[in-house]
């Protein structure tokens, strides 16, 4: 059996009618992660045992002529920020090397009630705080397109993970970009949901006003599938809405004729790659000929928007990880020290890396005495007019396009001494994330050097169902060609 | 501007131990990254809100009873120091 073409649809079919077992899916992912990992470290912790657990189970189901879900059996990958009862959940940190979460964050026990079987916990920038998977204890991930270059980041294992093929759909989360970037430079789906539609309880906080959880998959269909189980209201979450959940398959197949599409003129000026500019506008122009309208539109806060999110989000990362201090969880630092407050700082200054706290810095400056109202303040009046930029778009567009990332992949070690280089990077995901707006990378082309290009398409807020429809007609678009 | 003296005083109030080599290699970052906000000085906001939350709930609330994820003994587990009578023993805050 080859399972090198398999979607999750195409293997619940093949579970059902019994040309494979769950624990020859679970056996044969873990087999290949394994072998990966050496060359691609994607994975921090392999969970075989704890998969063929799960798939056994599956099996049992099924063989006794029980409906099992669409996920039941189906090997994943999980972002290691989500906290896994039982299994060493690290955040790609020193503080947390040794953690052992005794609980499961919510959407992880959503998924285990659907059967899931995990392959493993992939690799992050620490804290999630990066756009490469460099910053993370365990070394970079590379990306299995090419391993010369980065796979993106924060999620950056999870997006390579399923790029590798070593599991059929993986999550990750996305505060400025992390999920969308490293999808784009893996080339794979990527979905950022609207703020609170996927409960946080249990995956820990970066920057609570932006933080969303979502899926990675090999394309639209099975991103809506992996979204339908995680999302809605949970009480553990008080930011997630009571509002119902759509069936994100009913209209997916739908097409795009007579849909509106802007385009930011923002979003393809001179900053951005021309192969990515030109591979992005083809796919619109796929899109155009499926019966789409093209509106010319501009986003003119742009500009500002990575300025306002790298105070904004440090500001918030500050007071999330104020709690990191080695006592209640995390490392016990090397050097004790004689009273507590030694204890925090040995404590914090062994278990965080730089650019942890590069950022704690900064937001501990924008939020202190003086600087506040200059910094702090300031950026969350410009999130309101990049908030404001999108409403005004959306009453002439039903959905805008762009790139997800200004570059393809750039080069391991590149801009690790360049911080601020790399927070460029995010300049076209970190918008949609100011405004708590769903956006979906689909792949949409290759460099000339072979590296995937992304493009990026953004909603109103709670609009997961009509971006899915778009990435589906694209990809629709592509089969026929 | 930020210079060493200010990374230093920064790195106490949010209890960060650097090493010597650091401070001035974050300085010249913190600069950089502080530079790249100046940015927003321009923008005019005067009449504008400020933005702290993007969904518009108001006022969640639920019924305070309590939820029992795993209990006091599992949680005591998390963490690396002693523990005596379901506490965590730390250093002490006030030396004499």
Redesign the interface.
């Given at each position: 059996m080859d399972f090198k073409d398999l979607t999750i649809e195409r293997a619940h079919k093949g579970l059902l009618d019994k040309e494979f077992s769950c624990a020859e899916l679970a056996k044969e992912y873990s087999n290949k992660a394994k072998k990966l990992n050496k060359d691609f470290n994607i994975y921090i912790t392999l969970t075989e045992e704890e998969a063929l657990k799960s798939a056994q189970k599956t099996d049992g189901r099924i063989s006794k002529g029980e409906d099992v879900g669409v996920l039941a059996g189906i090997p994943c990958a999980i972002k290691d920020l989500f906290n896994t009862k039982g299994i060493l959940t690290t955040c790609a940190s020193r503080m947390l090397q040794?953690?052992?979460?005794?609980?499961d964050a919510t959407a992880i026990k959503k998924l285990k009630d659907e059967g899931m079987v995990m392959i493993g916990k992939t690799n992050l920038d620490e804290f999630a705080c990066g756009g490469s998977t460099e910053h993370s204890i365990f070394g970079p991930t590379k990306n299995p397109v090419n391993p010369q270059y980065v796979a993106g980041g924060s999620s950056g294992g999870s997006a390579a993970a399923l790029a590798a093929d070593t599991c059929l759909y993986s999550l990750g989360t996305d505060t400025g970009g992390s999920i969308r970037q490293p999808a784009s430079f893996c080339g794979v789906v990527g979905l950022k949901v609207?703020?609170?539609r996927v409960s946080r309880s249990g995956v820990t906080s970066m920057a609570s006003?932006f933080d969303t959880i979502g899926p990675f998959a090999k394309n639209t269909r099975d991103c809506a599938l992996v979204l339908q189980k995680m999302a809605g209201n949970d009480?553990?979450d008080?930011?997630t809405?009571d509002k119902k959940v759509p069936d994100y398959l009913n209209n997916i197949e739908d097409g795009v004729k007579g849909l509106k599409i802007g385009i930011p003129k923002e979003y393809f000026d001179e900053n951005i790659d021309k192969e990515v500019s030109e591979s992005v506008m083809n796919a619109v122009k796929q899109l155009e000929k499926a019966g789409a309208k093209i509106v010319q539109v501009s986003l003119p806060a742009t500009?500002?928007a990575?300025?306002?999110y790298?105070?904004v989000m440090p500001a918030e990362l500050?007071a999330n990880l104020a709690r990191f201090?080695?006592?209640?969880?995390?490392?016990?630092p090397q050097e004790?020290?004689?009273?507590?407050?030694?204890?925090?700082?040995?404590a914090?200054?062994?278990g965080?890396g730089?650019e942890i706290?590069?950022r704690?810095?900064?937001?501990?400056?924008v939020l202190?005495a003086g600087y506040y109202d200059a910094?702090y303040?300031?950026?969350?009046?410009?999130?309101?007019?990049i908030?404001k930029d999108f409403e005004d778009v959306f009453k002439k567009a039903d959905v805008i396009i762009g790139p997800t990332a200004p570059a393809p992949a750039f080069r391991i070690g590149e801009n690790i001494e360049d911080?601020?280089k790399m927070?460029l990077a995010d300049a076209l995901t970190i918008p949609a994330s100011?405004?708590?707006l769903p956006a979906l990378n689909v792949p949409c082309g290759k460099s000339k050097k072979g590296l995937p290009i992304g493009m990026q398409i953004i909603g109103p807020?709670f609009t997961e169902d009509l971006l899915l429809k778009v990435g589906r007609s694209y990809e629709s678009c592509e089969q026929t060609v | 501007m930020i210079d060493e003296k200010q990374v230093k005083h920064i790195a106490k109030l949010a209890r960060l131990e650097l090493k010597d080599g650091k401070v001035s290699k974050f300085s010249g970052q913190l600069n950089d990254i502080l530079d790249y906000m100046a940015l927003l000085e321009k923008v005019d906001v005067k009449k504008v809100e400020e933005t702290s939350q993007v969904t518009g709930l108001k006022n969640v609330s639920q019924e305070d009873r309590i939820i029992t994820k795993c209990d006091g003994d599992t949680l005591l587990l998390c963490s690396p120091l002693p523990k005596e009578r379901k506490q965590i023993r730390v250093k002490p805050a006030i030396t004499m």
């Open positions: 040794n953690f052992v979460p005794p609980y609207t703020y609170g006003s009480s553990l008080s930011t809405p500009k500002y990575v300025a306002v790298y105070i500050s201090d080695g006592i209640r969880f995390g490392s016990k004790e020290g004689k009273t507590l407050t030694d204890y925090y700082f040995n914090r200054g062994e965080f730089d706290k590069r704690i810095m900064i937001g501990t400056y202190s910094y303040k300031k950026a969350q009046k410009v999130r309101t007019l908030i911080p601020l927070y100011c405004a708590g807020q | -």
